[in-house]
Structure formats: structure tokens, C-alpha cells
């Protein structure tokens, strides 16, 4: 004769071959540890990708040309072909710099911009009109320091 099972009754476990684990009738509490990515009260926009003042400064001076002596030869000797190769880095076209009027002064503000570098572009207007080949070799350094 089967077995009735009522209404509410838990069928019988099978276990195939297995004890039954008892279960404790108390459930112990779970900790859980939340971790605060961003200040509450912060607000982001996803679509800046830093401030608008920079966060730090040139890795080098302006005046630093001896730490690097090939690349300061480099820049006094061809300048053309130096500022088309920094221009190339960045991910211009090396013609850039023949074709587009003040591109250095755009080449230095995308430098300061990818770098997140404090700055603004009048004064990269007039670094690069007053101290050009310096201005150069600062940029071909701080694009070997930013791995570009």
C-alpha cells in the first residue's frame, strides 16, 4: 500500500547511497564587508577624462635640454623633422605640422591634455613662440615619460 502524503508533507529525501546532512534548525549570521569606491556625494561625468586644470606638472623643466643631449641635437639640428615625430607620437599625421598654421601651440595643449599637465594655451602660445626648440625637447621628454 503507498504511502498518503498529505497536503504540506515534504516527499521522503533520496539519497543514493548517502547520509542525509543535518541541517541546524538556526541560521548563522553572514557578514559582508562593502567596499566605497567613490565618496558619497561625488558626482562624475564619465565622459571627462580629467580635470580641467590639470593634476600635476611637466616631468621636466622647460630648460632641461641637457638631461636629454641626443634629443636636444635632435630638435636644434632638424626641427621640422622633430616636431613631425612628436606630432606622429600623438597620433597625428606627420604632415600635420607642415599643413596646419600654430600646430605646435595644438601639439603642446594635446600633450598638456593627455598628461592631464597644469596649463592653459596662452601660455603655450607663448612658450612656443618664444622658446620653440626648447618647448620641443620638453614635449619629446614628456612623451618618453608618458610611454607615447
Known amino acids: 500500500m503507498a504511502q498518503n502524503q498529505g497536503y504540506g508533507m515534504q516527499p521522503p529525501q533520496q539519497t543514493m547511497g548517502r547520509e542525509p546532512q543535518a541541517h541546524p534548525q538556526h541560521h548563522q549570521q553572514q557578514q559582508s564587508t562593502t567596499v566605497i569606491v567613490n565618496q558619497p556625494g561625488v558626482t562624475t561625468n564619465p565622459l571627462l577624462v580629467g580635470t580641467v586644470h590639470g593634476t600635476r606638472e611637466w616631468t621636466s623643466g622647460l630648460f632641461d635640454c ?14 621640422c623633422c622633430a616636431i613631425s615625430s612628436i606630432a606622429a607620437r600623438l597620433g597625428e599625421n606627420c604632415c600635420t605640422t607642415c599643413c596646419v598654421p600654430a600646430a605646435e601651440i595644438g601639439i ?6 593627455l598628461g592631464a599637465i597644469r596649463g592653459d594655451m596662452c601660455h603655450d602660445c607663448i612658450i612656443v613662440a618664444c622658446c620653440t626648440t626648447c618647448a620641443a625637447c620638453q614635449e619629446s621628454r614628456e612623451l618618453n615619460a608618458m610611454g607615447l
Open 66 to 79: 641637457f638631461s636629454d643631449v641626443g634629443n636636444s641635437m635632435y630638435v636644434c639640428c632638424c626641427y
Open 108 to 113: 603642446r595643449t594635446r600633450i598638456r591634455t
